[in-house]
């Protein structure tokens, strides 16, 4: 039972452009959603978080938005960069103990 | 802080074969996570520990596998035996679970390869 979805498996966005990462899940007693960001060869890294009180999250050129009834969540890059260019990873957990991870979206920014 | 620490690196073993994949946490965080990723299913949750003990094993696929913290800083995880259908690429994690937004530190993954 997969309780985070990432439909997309990738995406390609010219830069300079937006880049919107989707993200669905099941689970309402999620309390935390994060996005990890992942170059080959390396571990996933923190990117952006956002808590379920909220419906929006903003650190620089990333932005978070919260649905709660549709339970959907995206990413949003405002301008896309080359090294924006990466597999972007849904993360969910209930207060720490068990994050669920989405099968993650390759972004692809063309210069 | 040198972060989450994971060796190998890589590992190529035959099939049958005992392998033991290790983690070192970050100094103070109290919660471990073993993920596996695979092109199909992305990351995994394998298993996870808080303050040492196992919480949750219900994605540990078989048996076969088993994963150990035998203390606050180190942990290991074991299959044996190994088969073709277990090459993937393994990631440990670390956090300070239980509060707010808490991030997983990941280490650099082993990539296993079984042949």
């Known amino acids: 039972d997969q309780q985070v979805k990432q439909n997309s498996p990738s995406l390609s966005v010219q830069e300079g452009r937006i880049s919107i990462l989707n993200c669905d899940y099941t689970n309402s007693m999620f309390d935390y959603f994060l996005w990890y960001k992942k170059y080959p060869a390396e571990g996933p890294t923190f990117l952006i978080s956002?808590?379920?009180?909220?419906d929006k999250n903003e650190d620089g050129r990333f932005t978070v938005f919260l649905n709660k009834s549709a339970k959907h969540l995206s990413l949003h890059i405002v301008p896309s960069q080359p090294g924006d260019s990466a597999v972007y990873f849904c993360?969910?957990?209930?207060?720490?103990?068990?994050?669920?991870f989405g099968a993650g979206t390759r972004l692809f920014v063309k210069a | 802080d040198a972060g989450v620490i994971q060796s190998p690196r890589h590992e190529v073993t035959e099939m049958g074969q005992e392998v033991t994949l290790r983690c070192k946490l970050i100094s103070g965080h109290n919660s471990l996570f073993w993920y596996r990723q695979t092109m199909m299913r992305g990351l995994e949750l394998l298993i996870y520990f808080n303050n040492n003990v196992p919480i949750d094993d219900s994605g540990m696929p078989e048996d076969r596998f088993s994963a150990k913290m035998p203390n606050a800083s180190f942990s290991t995880l074991k299959i044996q035996p190994s088969e073709p259908r277990d090459s993937a690429v393994y990631f440990c994690?670390?956090?300070?679970?239980?509060?707010?937004?808490?991030?997983?530190?990941f280490g650099q993954g082993t990539r296993l390869t079984v042949v």
């Open positions: 956002i808590s379920s009180i909220k």
């Open positions: 993360a969910a957990n209930t207060g720490g103990f068990k994050t669920i």
């Open positions: 994690a670390s956090s300070l679970g239980g509060q707010g937004s808490t991030e997983a530190f």
